[in-house]
């Protein structure tokens, strides 16, 4: 067997593998014998069918699959050996002149690969790298809402006779025709709507001051900016029909529903924060002030990541072997077209620009990654998916247990294991570079593009 490597430029190659019968017969001879062992066929005692009779049969079929077994084995070898740093996967590369061949075991092959080579690029932060880091502060409007949410999902329920601001209408509503009749057969369903989340204010308006037994005209899709999905929902209709509907439709009151915020009392502290923990509404509002401010230590952190994520990729700069990547992706993606592969592949070069970067400072800076960080790290992530649905916290042998069942799935262990690689790159990057650190009101963080 022969193996060589010709670089057509640094990001491609060709490997061609020659192969000789003496690299090939005696593990066809080997693969024969022992089909021959298990064949059953009719005129034979099992495993007594004669090794020439399985490969005037299959021989040619087991031939092309020691040979293609044979090249993976090869292949794979030679670029472990070669310490070669490949993008995707090696591709057959398909002469104008492919020779034909007569598969009769004595045929002297020559295969030839494509291979798409990393770049080499250096990686240097330093001090003169600067960033911003937002210190996100609560502002007067974010407290009171978030305020105003809490007391409203702990508050009582109340039909009032006449609706106001903020109020719910239990209505039933029935698709007109053009002419404002009602489109027999046309769509209707009774649900809840609710006007805080009425966008066109002069329809909001209209809807302030009904009593049970109303009749209104409303616009659906003016009253909701055009939302389909919010108005698939309230109509109960696909997602699809809602965004080409014209439709007005009448709605009739069938209750009006108000949600009355819970006093700021005792009772209602002890059932936040557990009995005695806050006593005054002053403490309450502190609570919820250091509530928001982990929040939004969080978002501000998510802010900072993309920050980085980006000012790296300006910063590093290579180029990618982007003809033969669009090859295999094609390859490997039978379905992709070749409008969705252009549409698609700047996101892609992306990612991978990054990932590359990631693994070298990985390497450059000798950051180990250990199973206990992963494991911690994925317990954290299990417990807050936890608290997403039961306030009740798990025990710690319970959430240990969940976590090494989640772990023992290796798609789940590998994107653990990639979550806290990304940890350990930002923090190296935060740790050598300069952040500028700014305060900024949330209501003014909320309106930057990431």
């Known amino acids: 067997m022969n193996i060589s490597q010709e670089k057509t430029d640094n990001l491609n190659a060709i490997v061609k593998i020659n192969l000789s019968p003496a690299d090939y017969q005696p593990k066809v001879e080997k693969a024969i014998k022992e089909q021959a062992k298990k064949a059953k066929l009719p005129g034979f005692r099992p495993g007594m069918v004669p090794p020439a009779h399985i490969k005037k049969m299959y021989g040619k079929n087991i031939l092309v699959d020691e040979i293609n077994t044979l090249l993976s084995d090869s ?54 790298d600067t960033l911003t880091q937002y210190v996100i502060k609560v502002d007067d409007e974010t407290l009171a809402s978030r305020i105003k949410n809490i007391r409203r999902a702990y508050g009582k329920m109340t039909n009032p006779d006449v609706s106001a601001d903020d109020d719910v209408l239990y209505s039933e509503l029935v698709q007109l025709s053009p002419d404002g009749s009602v489109f027999e057969g046309g769509i209707s369903n ?8 009425v ?15 109303d009749v209104v005209t409303l616009d659906v899709q003016k009253a909701f900016d055009n939302d389909a999905a919010k108005v698939a929902g309230l109509l109960k209709i696909e997602e699809s029909e809602a965004a080409d509907l014209k439709s007005n439709f009448q709605l009739t009151v069938k209750n009006v529903n108000r949600l009355d915020e819970a006093d700021l009392n005792q009772e209602f502290f002890d059932k936040l924060f557990g009995e005695g923990v806050v006593t005054t509404e002053e403490g309450f509002r502190e609570k919820i002030t250091e509530e928001l401010e982990t929040m939004m230590l969080q978002d501000s952190e998510r802010k900072l990541q993309n920050d980085i994520y980006n000012y790296t990729l300006d910063k590093v700069q290579f180029e990618l072997p982007d003809e033969f990547l669009k090859r295999w992706l094609k390859a490997t993606n039978e379905k992709l077209s070749d409008e969705e592969l252009e549409g698609g592949y700047n996101d892609f070069a992306k990612n991978l620009k990054w990932t590359l970067i990631a693994n070298k400072v990985i390497v450059d800076n000798k950051i180990e ?14 417990n807050n998916q936890f608290r997403m649905y039961s306030q009740q916290s798990l025990s710690e042998e319970q959430l240990g247990q969940y976590t090494v069942q989640y772990l023992q799935d290796k798609e789940n262990a590998n994107k653990i294991f990639e979550e806290v690689k990304a940890v350990k790159v930002f923090d190296y990057i935060k740790s050598v570079i300069t952040l500028d650190k700014k305060e900024i009101l949330f209501t003014e963080f909320n309106t930057m593009a990431d």
Not at 85 to 102: C, F, H, I, W
Not at 200 to 212: M, W
């Open 75 to 128: 292949l794979n070898k030679y670029i472990e050996d070669e310490k070669l740093e490949v993008l995707g996967q090696p591709l057959p590369k398909l002469e104008d002149d492919t020779k034909e061949y007569n598969w009769d075991f004595n045929d002297e092959f020559e295969f030839a690969y494509e291979l798409g080579l990393a770049p080499d690029f250096t990686v240097d932060f330093s001090s003169a």
């Open 199 to 213: 966008k066109d204010e002069e329809i909001k308006k209209s809807l302030i001051g009904l009593k049970k037994g």
């Open 369 to 382: 990654i250990k199973y206990d960080e992963v494991f911690a790290y994925a317990k954290q992530s299990l």
């Open 190 to 197: 009774t649900t809840s709507v609710r006007l805080d989340q």
